[in-house]
């Protein structure tokens, strides 16, 4: 049984990390692309990429900082309200 359990954990953790590495890889490959709200200045698009991690940072450090975002609850806001999506 506790090989089984241990088994099952291990298998959870690589689909999260494949899951995270293809959501990231999509929203830093496409970068700006992937934006579909109101047109920004180019100043805007800049915050945006920052807001995002994906500013001209190589791949795993951005998407390290990401993870870590994730971890810590620092989900962004939400595009009604703006208020922060972990309140």
Same mark, same amino acid.
């Given at each position: 049984?506790?090989?089984? @359990?241990?088994?099952?954990?291990?298998? #959870?953790?690589?689909?999260?990390?494949?899951?995270?590495?293809? @959501?990231?890889?999509?929203?830093?490959?496409?970068?700006?692309? #992937?934006?579909?709200?109101?047109?920004?200045?180019?100043? &805007?698009?800049?915050?945006?990429?920052?807001?995002?991690?994906?500013? &001209?940072?190589?791949?795993? @450090? #951005?998407? &390290?900082?990401?993870?870590?975002?994730?971890?810590?609850?620092?989900? &962004?806001?939400?595009?009604?309200?703006?208020? #922060?999506?972990?309140?």
């Amino acid at each position: 049984m506790r090989t089984y @359990v241990i088994n099952q954990f291990t298998k #959870a953790i690589i689909v999260f990390i494949l899951i995270t590495l293809l @959501v990231f890889s999509v929203v830093y490959y496409l970068g700006s692309e #992937a934006y579909w709200g109101p047109p920004l200045s180019d100043e &805007g698009m800049a915050r945006l990429k920052l807001i995002l991690g994906i500013d &001209g940072r190589p791949f795993i @450090v #951005a998407y &390290g900082i990401w993870l870590g975002w994730f971890f810590t609850g620092d989900w &962004g806001t939400t595009p009604w309200d703006y208020s #922060a999506y972990s309140e």
